[in-house]
């Protein structure tokens, strides 16, 4: 599916239209990678909230926030650590087997879970147009 906007820079009230768009450009792989962060993410967030006033220590069972399509694995992550997380709209906490080296390098290791920070092109551009808190 492409309308001739792919190369076109995108405004920050893009719609999800839009974001169909951009994924059409990826090839597969890429776009169900994509979905599966984003997907993985909203939910987090959701934990996240329903932890609100927990224990900064407190240690919350999060997705794997992975492009597996198939990963079903969780990390226990504090709130903190996730909210640090979730400052870069680039970096997923993910389990350090399924880092995806190609797309993405480990900016953050703790014995529970990695932080990966997605290299520059169109996988990190949908993870910043997915965010969220944008
Ligand atoms: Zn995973």
Do not use: W
Request: a negative charge; glycine letters at 6%.
């Amino acid at each position: 599916m492409t309308f001739g906007l792919a190369r076109q820079r995108v405004e920050p009230t893009r719609t999800l239209l839009a974001f169909e768009v951009q994924l059409g450009e990826m090839d597969g792989r890429e776009k169900r990678v994509a979905r599966n962060e984003a997907t993985s993410r909203e939910i987090n967030e959701g934990i996240q909230e329903a932890h609100d006033g927990a224990a900064p220590d407190e240690h919350l069972r999060m997705l794997c926030e992975c492009g597996h399509e198939s990963c079903e694995r969780v990390i226990a992550i504090t709130s903190d650590e996730y909210e640090r997380v979730r400052s870069d709209a680039r970096h997923f906490a993910v389990i350090r087997d399924h880092v995806i080296p190609d797309v993405e390098d480990i900016v953050e290791e703790t014995d529970r879970f990695v932080v990966v920070a997605k290299r520059d092109g169109t996988p990190a551009d949908v993870a910043i147009e997915e965010n969220p808190r944008s």
